[in-house]
């Protein structure tokens, strides 16, 4: 069964553009999936409308059950209970140590202490970073940080995880480090989507691959099919990175 | 029990915010300080008022004068007539001799004065104090009364009362149009206080928005930290309503002036004066801290 269903989803935004054209989409539960496409190909708005953000301006969106359009703008909050967020600029509060700013979601819910304390030392414990509970986010390097971010958008338990090109800000090494956290996480049941424009990583991940383009799916490479050749020397896919690094 | 553990933390946060803007909430709890003493002076004042206006009126009398020339018949026909009257409550025989005599009491010059007079020379009349039932109604009585044949004049101290209790409706009024505009400066100081901690807490509730906090639990420390500008702001007030209004009440042994003019008692006056002050003060700043969410936080 599809655990997210996007049927002919426009989004046209308040100044005219229109970002999103009749997109259809289908991901399966427990999937892990690359978005990607050149700058302003509409990678974020097509995320944003999944977390409602932004709402579509025609079609429908589905995620679990949940007509996502039709949730009043007072009840996306149950949604996103549901979710977990993740940005390249990680959003931690700097005042917050690590341990606080992951249990501050749950303290959010209104639960109680002792679950708070257990789900988010569980959290930080599964993103690898156990010793630095007590570190300020400027007492930790951006791999870090950006691990604390996952650990935040994942302390309660999503079904859902939704990566805004998470590694935008990091090295290489570091970026590749963060999406095997992603991989476990996408192990231990939790379906994975994640915006990116670093074309190795997509390489080496060997995971399904889905290709933006001016508001619509280009191409959708099924896990597994570029196992043998390399998958950026897709001419499509060649243009989307060669915009990017023009771009950004 | 989520909503409690919800609300216990956004009482925290709110008290920070307090802090953390502290020159601003400094400002607005100023402002509402100053508000709410002016609410208190005049609350304190038009109490009192109405209070000693009730109390002169209720043992309000027409005094009535006769002419000099009268008999002793003639004056009981004159009693006989006023007791007829409706509103009258009772009437007590004062004659010319026995008010001399008072006079004489009440100082050294009257004394001299009065002592010379023969009987024949006294200029002063035979009176019957009249007491009414119903004092809105003392005007009409007297006029009554005027109209008896053998009664040379009325008095009563309807036109002393009147022109107090203009007085006093002036002040009034001005107290009340000076009170809102001072809570409209409170009001407005807030919603500026409040905004700015908005403004300095976007990064917070983007965060609160994305990890799925509800829109009431994310105004709500926003409102509670207008709820505690009025409460810190009511604190300075309410002592002085209580402290300086009972120590006003002892240094004056509860009257001024003369026995007329009684004052309410402390207790508990300045209670109920000191829970309207809170409530006030709680109120306009969470008007205030309502505004500038709606207006400002964007959710
Ligand atoms: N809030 C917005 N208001 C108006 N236009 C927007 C807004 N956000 C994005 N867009 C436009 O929508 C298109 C897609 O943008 P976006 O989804 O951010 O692309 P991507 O994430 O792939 O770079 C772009 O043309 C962009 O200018
Ligand atoms: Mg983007």
Known sequence: MEFIKLRNVEKVYPTGVTAIYGLNLDIKKGDFAFII???GSGKSTLIKMLYREEKATNGEIIIGG??????????????RRKLGIVFQDFKLLPRLTAYENVAFALEMYGLPKDEVRMKTLKALDLVGLKEKVKSYPNE????????VA???AIVNAPKLLICDEPTGNLDKKTSLEIMKVLEVINNLGTTVIVVTHDSDIVNKMKKRVILIDQGRVKKDFEKGTYDKNDFTKDEDVQKAFVKNEDGE | ?????????????GLKNVVRNLSLSFASISCITVTLLLVAV??????????????IRDDFTIVTYMNNELTEDQENEIKAQIQKINNVESITFESKKEIAEQMKEESEVFNNIITSWSDSENPLYDTFKVKVKDSEKISDTAEKIKKIEGIAQVKYGEGMIDSLMTIFNIIEKILIVVVISLVVVTAFLIVNTIKITIFSRQEEVEIKRLVGASNFSIKQPFVIEGLFLGLLGSIVPVLVTIYAYSFFYE????????????????YPFVFIISIILVVIGIIVGMFGSSRAVRRYLKI
């Open chain 1, 150 to 152: 996952i650990a935040r």
């Open chain 2, 42 to 55: 005049s609350m304190i004042g038009s109490l009192n008022v109405e209070n000693f206006t009730k109390t």
């Open chain 1, 140 to 147: 930790l390097s951006g791999g870090e940080q950006q691990r």
């Open chain 1, 66 to 79: 949940v007509q996502v359009g039709r949730l009043k703008n007072r009840k996306v909050y149950k949604l």
């Open chain 2, 1 to 13: 029990m989520k909503t409690f553990r919800i609300l216990v933390r956004n009482i925290r946060d």
């Open chain 1, 37 to 39: 496409g050149a700058s």
């Open chain 2, 251 to 266: 240094k004056t042994g509860g009257i001024l002036f003369s026995h007329f003019i009684k004052l309410v008692d402390p």
